[in-house]
T-cell receptor
Framework: NAGVMQNPRHLVRRRGQEARLRCSPM?????VYWYRQLPEEGLKFMVY????????ESGMPKERFSAEFPKEGPSILRIQQVVRGDSAAYFC???????????????FGDGTRLSIL | AQSVTQPDIHITVSEGASLELRCNYS??????LFWYVQSPGQGLQLLLK??????LVQGIKGFEAEFKRSQSSFNLRKPSVHWSDAAEYFC????????????FGQGTELSVKP
């Protein structure tokens, strides 16, 4: 009965490198959400995906950030050419159907702590 | 603009004392609401949820929350706090016309004195 699995738990990158964060939703969940938590702050919504579709990317920075949730495999949050300001904890959540449609809460993973040197 | 406010950044209570964590929201649509708890270095665990119906909801670990539409509040309560409740607590709000997007409060850090 595995929960939401995120890897890696910790990721260190140098400025200008690429960061790839992975999220495997709970079994039976086809909706994935990504959030970012800066130090001493709450979580900020980034993107909402279903299999092969981006439903809402209103929280994604316009450049360098992208997300996908392919038919097979985990969801990936990709950050290109990382900068110091990208240092944060990135959380993935999943639900069996859309939270706003199916009255389903979002279940969170333990996050990936990204540090930029 | 949509927003969620947790007025108390840090609260300290004695073990065995009662607890109330405040959450106020500003939303233009019918909201649904959650409380999550986060221990250091961990993810968020769902404590309780409100979508509709009875405005007093029961959650895990002895927590409850009451949705008061007239006050735009969803305060979290526990009658007797245990040392293991020390953590950060987040209120989150969504709306039926906003898809799956949740707006989180800044969080309230709870410390428990022996």
């Amino acid at each position: 009965n595995a929960g939401v699995m995120q890897n890696p738990r910790h990721l260190v990158r140098r400025r200008g490198q690429e960061a790839r964060l992975r999220c495997s939703p709970m079994k039976g969940h086809s909706h994935v959400y990504w959030y970012r938590q800066l130090p001493e702050e709450g979580l900020k919504f980034m993107v909402y995906l279903q299999k092969e579709n981006i439903i809402d990317e209103s929280g994604m920075p316009k450049e360098r950030f992208s997300a996908e949730f392919p038919k097979e495999g985990p969801s990936i949050l990709r950050i290109q050419q990382v900068v110091r300001g990208d240092s944060a904890a990135y959380f993935c959540a999943s639900s069996p159907s859309g939270t706003g449609v199916g009255n389903q809460p979002q279940h969170f993973g333990d996050g990936t702590r990204l540090s930029i040197l | 603009a949509q927003s969620v406010t947790q007025p108390d950044i840090h609260i300290t209570v004695s073990e065995g004392a009662s607890l109330e964590l405040r959450c106020n929201y500003s939303y233009g649509a019918t909201p649904y609401l959650f409380w999550y708890v986060q221990s250091p270095g961990q993810g968020l665990q769902l404590l309780l949820k409100y979508f509709s119906g009875d405005t007093l909801v029961q959650g895990i670990k002895g927590f409850e929350a009451e949705f008061k539409r007239s006050q735009s509040s969803f305060n979290l309560r526990k009658p007797s706090v245990h040392w293991s409740d020390a953590a950060e607590y987040f209120c989150a709000v969504g709306a039926y016309n906003q898809g799956g997007k949740l707006i989180f409060g800044q969080g309230t850090e709870l410390s428990v004195k022996p």
